[in-house]
C-alpha cells in the first residue's frame, strides 16, 4: 500500500525519515546498451518523474497484482516520445489479464491511447535485442510469478518460497534485491527472517530489502538489526554493479 499509509498514524507511517516514506515497489536498470524497468504499480508516473530520465527500451513485469501494474497506462507519453508501442515481457497469464484490464491499448488506429506490445515469456532464458535476461520462478503464496536475473544483478518480489532451480540461478550473484514484508510470517510474502534465510543460502556479495510494509521496522531500526552485507532498500537507491 506504500508507506505512509491512508489514514495510519503508526511510528514507521509518521516517521520523519524520508527512507520511510515509500513507494510501490519497481526498478530502472541501465545496461551499456538497454533501459529496462521492472513493474509499473500506482506510483510509477511519480517515479519516473522523479527518477528515471530517458525511454525504457522495455517492461519486464513480475505478475499482474495491481501494485505491479496499475500505472502501465502511464506510458502513453513514452509511446509518443518513441513513436512506437511499448515492448512489455511477462508470463502468459499476465498478459491475459492486462489485456482484459487494459484492453482499450488495442486499439493502435487510436495514437492517444497507450500502447502495448506483448512479448510472452516462460522461465526460459531470453533476449531483448543482445541483452540475456534470466527469469526466476518465484512462487507468490501457490501462484508462479516472475523474478528476473540480468547479468550479475536479481531481482525478486512478493516471494514466499523460492524453488531449487530458481536457488541454482542465483548462484555467485553481486546484488540481490528480494521481498521482506514485516516481521510477523504472511501467508504469501518472504517476513523479514525468511527473506534473511534465503539471502544466507544464496550469499550474494551484496542484498537490498524490498517491498517493505509498514509492518516492518522503520529504515533505520532495521538498518541497525541487518548484516553489513544486507540493508533495506529505499526510494531511490542507485546501485553501481561493477562488469
Avoid at 85 to 109: C, E, K, V, W
Wanted: with cysteine; aromatic share 8%; hydrophobic share 35%.
Amino acid at each position: 500500500m506504500g508507506i505512509p499509509v491512508i489514514g495510519c498514524n503508526c511510528l514507521v507511517c509518521s516517521s520523519t525519515n524520508d527512507n520511510d516514506k515509500r513507494l510501490r515497489s519497481s526498478v530502472s536498470i541501465r545496461t551499456k546498451d538497454k533501459h529496462l524497468i521492472i513493474d509499473t504499480g500506482p506510483d510509477f508516473r511519480t517515479q519516473i518523474l522523479k527518477y528515471v530520465t530517458s525511454v525504457p527500451d522495455a517492461i519486464l513485469i513480475t505478475h499482474e497484482h495491481f501494485d505491479h501494474v496499475g500505472g502501465l497506462d502511464d506510458i502513453r507519453p513514452l509511446n509518443f516520445i518513441s513513436k512506437k508501442p511499448m515492448p512489455i515481457y511477462a508470463g502468459s497469464r499476465t498478459i491475459n489479464d492486462l489485456n482484459l484490464r487494459f484492453h482499450y491499448s488495442q486499439d493502435l488506429t487510436k495514437p492517444n491511447l497507450p500502447q502495448f506490445q506483448f512479448h510472452e515469456i516462460t522461465y526460459d532464458p531470453f533476449f531483448i535485442d543482445e541483452l540475456p535476461i534470466i527469469p526466476l520462478k518465484v512462487f507468490h503464496g501457490e501462484l508462479p510469478i516472475w523474478g528476473y536475473r540480468i547479468g550479475d544483478f536479481a531481482y525478486i518480489t512478493d516471494a514466499s518460497s523460492l524453488p531449487e532451480e530458481t536457488m541454482m540461478k542465483l548462484q555467485n550473484i553481486q546484488v540481490l534485491v528480494i521481498n521482506a514484508l514485516r516481521t510477523k510470517p504472511h501467508p504469501t510474502h518472504f517476513n523479514i527472517q525468511q527473506a534473511l534465510d534465503v539471502v544466507n543460502q544464496i550469499q550474494p556479495q551484496k542484498c537490498y530489502l524490498t517491498h517493505l510494509s509498514h509492518q516492518a521496522p522503520s529504515y533505520l531500526e532495521l538498518k541497525n538489526t541487518l548484516p553489513k552485507n544486507i540493508e533495506p532498500a529505499y526510494d531511490g537507491l542507485t546501485i553501481t554493479i561493477d562488469e
